[in-house]
Structures are given as structure tokens and as C-alpha cells.
């Protein structure tokens, strides 16, 4: 589960003043095109205008999501009007409004990105603009035409008739409609579930490459018990000073900051820094922490040479009730609740090397709090107890005995599933992710008989691995791009009796899925059983997708 951009533009460890800022895994994975994707051959352009976190992706990038879904946009409006789509060609340049023009477009349906697709009567143009749900007309400004794509990027200005599904006084955020973070503050929260779901159904229909009927029915998708208040990490951040060019460092001479630069996240659709007194999905301690942040940089940013990033992680000290601690004071910038027999004093870690704590239900885990550590804890006990409650089948001839937690970070599937199993085995390719992750079993009374951690490319992980394909079950956690071919044929060899898939992309997820069942080239297929989405971000387009496999038995 990799951290998705709810407000945060970059889930990497926080650098120092004046130190790298650097990025996590790659696993790229050559892999089949799908055959509704990138149609017109803009490869070239796509690639170019993919975010950092996407260029690796070589499926299921937001380019190729948003690409589907203009196209099932104009399809069903050709069906719609009685055209075939050999009718069907892009608008000339020479036909459309000039970059910066002003329009007015109906907005028809919500893209799998979370920006509205919108057309002006009379054109088969299609607008992509933010901060918009279907049944809106708004006013916006056309920035850049795709040329040979029939669509267009725009900036949303004002509603001009608002959509039933808008509701305006929704948003809580001062920066809504600016920051690039969240797009659905304007929905209320079932339609939000609603339309995430419809992201998981349209991911398997664009990218799986499967018929229908291999496809089981979507569960809906399972809700956040915070939508505000929820996030414990964000990472805001400022550009350098005025004329400071970072491909140019060294060479030109220091530029000093005059004043003390914009704090906080990307403005959408520019490469600029919007400055964000408050983020209202941030927990109360992860706000105040950013409080804090913003007044230490008033005093201190002439110590900065170039931009930074700045980190706020929440960490947590549980207290018995009866304790000193639980009664003291509070220090500044720092919160207090309660649950059953203890009191949690909240903080704000700053440090990325720093060691964080936080609970999910009685288990405790640790981390760099600079690492990557899913960010909505409010709904890992649902989640957690979601899988705990479905890794095993119903029925099985032989009994399940072991647990295999491939990408397993810092430990989370394999200590909250360890009750679970017999055994179990945790592999990452991350040395310091296992170093974490054996000290979070101690912490939870797990021994090595109970189960172990491997630090190894995934792509090796079944050389480790003695377990009885038929006694053993796969959970499978990467990255955004997903996992690479070579990991999934090894993994169809080894043949495991069940795999559960979770991952922050369903697109990649629905690709991969895709592999597992179609079985192509030597060894199992699977079927699905069951594919459901979860809301770890609130108020943004993303949802994590959960699938559940079985070996087909031939």
C-alpha cells in the first residue's frame, strides 16, 4: 500500500536542511498494452507529462485511466446520437478556443483521476477539469489542447449552475478548489463511496483483460470512520528563493530567501506552491505539529539555501489510565484521548530518522517516521480485521498453515495475521522495513517460531521459502506500478492455494490480477473470489482495492 497523494505532493522522507530528497522502490514490469489504451500513439507526450511518482508505471498511469475514460464517455455518446466510431475524429486545433480562452462546458461524468469530463454543446471536445462532478455547468479557462487526443486540460473558475450531487457547504477546507490534494469535499460521503467503487469496476473492465464473466460482482466499498481529521502524515513543502535553479546548483551564485517562502502543497495544475496555514484531513496533532512547523520557519529561514520538505508524523504514547503520565499536563502541540484503560498523548515527529509509535487495535508498531507507514490509522482495525476475517478459505480439503507477506514493510499483515497461522514469513526488500519489522514482532510477543523476516528482492522471495504450496497463503502489498512479470510467474510456480492482492492502484492491481487468472505459460491460475475497495483517503478519487484468489484445482 503506497501512500496515495490525498494532501500530501510527496511521501518521502523528509531531507534535512539543504539535503537530498530522495524516493523509494522500482520495480518496473514490461508488460501487455491493453488494447483500449493510448489508441492515437502519444506515448511519447504521456510519458512526458507523468508525475514523478507515475514514471515507472508502464500500465495504469493516470494518462492511461483518463484515456479509457474519455473514451467510454465519447462511445456512449456516439451510441447515444446513433454514430458509429468510424465517425469519430478528433476536433482540428483550428476549431477549438484558444489556450486561456473562458468557456462554459457541462460537466458528464467524474474520470477515474477524480477530475470531471466536460463538453461544450455542439463539440466532441472533451474538457478535463478539477474540482467539478457530473451535472455541473461551470465556467473554466481552456489551458492546453492534446493534439490528436479529441481532449483538453482546463482550470476551474466558478459553477455556473451546480450538479444535485454538489453541495458546497461539504468543504471544509479554505484551499478546496487550489490545493491539488482533494477533489470530493463537495459530495457528500456515500456518493464519494459510491464513485470509488465505480473506479474499482471501471480498473478491472480497462485493465484486466478479462471477460465479464470471470469478473465477480464489486462489494461496496468499505468507508473511513474519519473522512476529516484522518491523515497522520503530510509532508509540505517550499520551492527555493526567487531565480534559484536546482539543475544549476553551485554554478550560479546563492540566492538568499527575502522573506519566508510558501509552506504547504502543489496549487493543481501548477507547479507552484500553494502556502496552507491548515490541512483539515491532517489529525489534530499532525496540525498542530504543522502550527508549530510554520512558526519555527518565520525564525529560521534564512538557514535555508534551496527548497525542502518538511515532515509531520503523528506518534503516539499510550498510557495506563491510572498512571502520572496519563495525568500530567500536556506539553504544547500535542493532543490527549482516551480508549479502553489507557490515554494516548498525541505529538508531532519532525525527525525523519526518529522512531514513531502507533496502535492499530492492541498491536504496536514502530517506524522511521520518515518511512512509509499507511496514513489513515482510524481505518486499520476495520481493514486489518477485514483480512484477518477472509485469508482463509471457507472450505479447504487441506488446512492453511502458513502465511507468506511478500512487500511486507514494517510487519503489518504478517504480526495482525500471526494469529492466524502457524507460520508465518514476512520478505521486503527493504533492509531497514525488516529490521522494523522484527522489532514490532518483539514488541507484540511474536518469536521466530512464530514468524520470521527476510530482507530480499521479492523477486527471489520463494528461494527462502520451504512451506507446502497447498498449507500456504500469499499476501501481496507493492508499490503503485505493481509487480513485475518475473515475480508473478515465480509466484504462479510456487502455486500457492490463495493470494490476496491489496494495492493503493487498482489499475496495476487489475492488471496483475489479470495475469494471475488468464494462467498464460507454465504454472497455476487462479479465479477471483472476491474484489472490494477501501477509503484510506477521504475527500480524494483514491481508493485501496483488496482481492482475494483461489488456485483453480485442474
Known amino acids: 500500500m503506497s501512500s496515495t497523494p490525498a494532501a500530501a505532493a510527496a511521501a518521502a522522507p523528509a531531507p534535512a536542511p539543504n539535503g537530498p530528497h530522495t ?7 514490461p508488460a501487455k498494452r491493453p488494447n483500449n489504451a493510448n489508441r492515437n500513439g502519444n506515448n511519447r507526450k504521456s510519458k512526458q507529462q507523468r508525475t514523478k511518482r507515475e514514471r515507472n508505471i508502464t500500465e495504469g498511469s493516470s494518462e492511461e485511466v483518463l484515456r479509457c475514460d474519455i473514451d467510454a464517455l465519447l462511445k456512449l455518446r456516439r451510441e447515444a446520437a446513433g454514430a458509429s466510431e468510424d465517425d469519430a475524429a478528433p476536433a482540428s486545433e483550428a476549431d477549438l478556443p484558444e489556450p486561456f480562452t473562458e468557456i462554459e462546458a457541462e460537466v458528464h461524468e467524474l474520470s477515474s483521476t477524480g477530475d470531471g469530463l466536460a463538453m461544450v454543446s455542439g463539440s466532441d ?47 471544509k477546507c479554505q484551499y478546496f478548489a487550489k490545493c491539488g490534494g482533494c477533489q470530493f469535499q463537495m459530495l457528500d460521503y456515500a ?44 509532508t509540505p513543502h517550499f520551492d527555493g528563493p526567487p531565480g534559484y535553479r536546482p539543475s544549476k546548483r553551485g554554478k550560479n551564485p546563492a540566492t538568499p530567501f527575502l522573506s519566508c517562502p510558501d509552506i504547504g502543497f502543489m496549487q493543481k495544475g501548477r507547479r507552484k506552491v500553494l502556502d496552507i496555514e491548515d490541512c483539515p484531513i491532517g489529525t489534530e496533532a499532525v496540525r498542530l505539529g504543522n502550527t508549530r512547523e510554520r512558526k519555527r520557519m518565520q525564525e529560521e529561514y534564512t538557514n535555508y539555501k534551496r527548497g525542502a520538505t518538511l515532515l509531520l508524523r503523528e506518534n503516539t504514547a499510550r498510557h495506563p489510565k491510572d498512571s502520572e503520565a496519563a495525568a500530567a499536563d500536556l506539553a504544547p502541540y500535542t493532543t490527549k484521548s482516551e480508549t479502553d484503560g489507557f490515554v494516548d498523548v498525541k505529538s508531532c515527529e519532525t525527525d525523519s530518522k526518529a522512531t514513531t509509535t502507533e496502535y492499530i487495535g492492541d498491536y504496536i508498531f514502530t517506524n522511521p517516521a520518515g518511512s512509509f507507514f499507511q496514513n489513515n490509522n482510524s481505518i ?22 502458513y502465511l507468506i507477506d511478500a512487500y511486507s514493510g514494517s510487519g ?12 508465518s514469513v514476512g520478505i521486503d526488500i527493504a533492509g531497514q522495513s525488516i529490521e522494523y519489522a522484527r522489532k514490532n514482532a518483539a514488541l507484540n510477543g511474536l518469536g521466530e517460531d512464530r514468524c520470521r523476516f527476510i530482507a530480499a528482492d521479492a523477486g527471489e522471495l520463494f528461494k527462502s521459502v520451504t512451506y507446502d504450496a497447498d498449507e500456504t497463503v500469499v499476501v501481496l502489498d507493492p508499490p503503485r506500478k505493481g509487480c513485475d512479470a518475473s515475480f508473478l510467474s515465480q509466484l504462479r510456480r510456487f502455486g500457492p492455494r490463495r493470494v490476496l492482492y491489496v494495492s493503493c492502484n487498482v489499475h ?39 482481492a482475494i484468489l483461489n488456485r483453480v484445482e485442474e
Open 412 to 423: 503489518l499483515f504478517t504480526i495482525t495475521l500471526s494469529s492466524v497461522f502457524q507460520h
Open 191 to 234: 456518493e464519494q463511496l459510491r464513485r470509488k467503487r465505480r473506479i474499482v469496476v471501471k480498473a478491472y473492465a480497462n485493465f484486466s483483460n478479462l471477460p465479464q464473466e470471470l469478473l465477480p460482482e464489486i462489494h461496496d466499498t468499505i468507508g473511513s470512520p474519519l473522512q476529516y481529521g484522518y491523515r497522520t502524515k503530510l
Open 23 to 29: 524516493n523509494g522502490n522500482s520495480h518496473d514490469r
Open 125 to 171: 471536445q472533451v474538457y478535463i477539469v478539477p474540482f467539478t462532478v457530473p451535472g455541473d455547468t461551470v465556467r473554466i479557462k481552456v489551458i492546453r489542447h492534446v493534439p490528436g487526443e479529441g481532449h483538453s486540460h482546463a482550470d476551474f473558475l466558478s459553477v455556473v449552475t451546480p450538479s444535485p450531487l454538489r453541495d458546497d457547504s461539504r468543504v
Open 380 to 401: 486499520l482495525p476495520v481493514f486489518t480485521s477485514y483480512i484477518r476475517d477472509r485469508i482463509l478459505p471457507t472450505t479447504a480439503d487441506k488446512p492453511i498453515k
Open 508 to 546: 496495476t492491481q487489475a492488471r496483475d490480477v489479470g495475469v494471475l487468472v488468464r494462467g498464460e505459460g507454465e504454472g497455476r491460475r487462479y479465479a477471483i473470489e472476491s474484489l472490494v475497495g477501501f477509503d484510506f483517503f477521504p475527500q480524494t478519487g483514491h481508493v485501496e482495492g483488496v
